[in-house]
T-cell receptor
Framework: GAVVSQHPSRVICKSGTSVKIECRSLDFQATTMFWYRQFPKKSLMLMATSNEGSKATYEQGVEKDKFLINHASLTLSTLTVTSAHPEDSSFYIC?????????????FGPGTRLTVL | DAKTTQPNSMESNEEEPVHLPCNHSTISGTDYIHWYRQLPSQGPEYVIHGLTSNVNNRMASLAIAEDRKSSTLILHRATLRDAAVYYCILRLPGNTPLVFGKGTRLSVIA
């Protein structure tokens, strides 16, 4: 199946710093990627839809100035958590669909665990 | 996306079949039923999907009720590696994202 990678897999930062997470589709081009956040023992929560060459679409309650999304190419989307605080500590997961698949499968990255001290 | 209801948790013995239920009484005619699972500390992975007919693949089977208001994911022989959270999700075709509910946490006992 298609592969989606994320980097880094784990990051620890101090409060107030910004953290960038990369999401890459390794063997297909994705005009759209999705970003999710997951707190411990909770389900995935959709944060935003990242569109190549245009602005991201954010879900209600997600601050676009806090979570900056850039989708500069057909294989790369980045999520930047600006001025991170301990409450931003979470598991961030990106996802994309490979065009042309009959089952419309959504492929997920392995996730990035962010810990803000 | 229409809402789904799943048990919070289930338990199975290794090498036994597992039936994971999902209720979706408000499903619309064009909603597909998708199942994904998430192993610990990993991103979710696709398991199976269907519209009206029962479906089989190498991972599992999906049994869909005739009125489509419920479905059951069947793992024919549970292994320890099947311990995960299983999500039943309804979605329209196209490029809309998956919206996850709470899922069922499956424990497999050796």
């Amino acid at each position: 199946g298609a592969v989606v990678s994320q980097h880094p897999s784990r990051v620890i930062c101090k409060s107030g710093t910004s953290v960038k997470i990369e999401c890459r589709s390794l063997d297909f081009q994705a005009t759209t990627m999705f970003w999710y956040r997951q707190f411990p023992k909770k389900s995935l929560m959709l944060m935003a839809t990242s569109n190549e060459g245009s602005k991201a679409t954010y879900e209600q309650g997600v601050e676009k100035d806090k979570f900056l999304i850039n989708h500069a190419s057909l294989t790369l989307s980045t999520l930047t958590v600006t001025s991170a605080h301990p409450e931003d500590s979470s598991f961030y997961i990106c996802s994309a669909r490979k065009p042309g698949l009959e089952n419309n499968e959504q492929f997920f990255g392995p996730g990035t665990r962010l810990t803000v001290l | 996306d229409a809402k789904t209801t799943q048990p919070n948790s289930m338990e199975s013995n290794e090498e036994e079949p597992v039936h994971l239920p999902c209720n979706h009484s408000t499903i619309s005619g064009t909603d597909y039923i998708h199942w994904y699972r998430q192993l610990p500390s990993q991103g979710p992975e696709y398991v199976i999907h269907g519209l009206t007919s029962n479906v089989n693949n190498r991972m599992a089977s999906l049994a869909i009720a005739e009125d489509r208001k419920s479905s059951t994911l069947i793992l024919h022989r549970a292994t320890l590696r099947d311990a995960a959270v299983y999500y039943c999700i309804l979605r329209l075709p196209g490029n809309t994202p998956l919206v996850f509910g709470k899922g069922t946490r499956l424990s497999v006992i050796a």
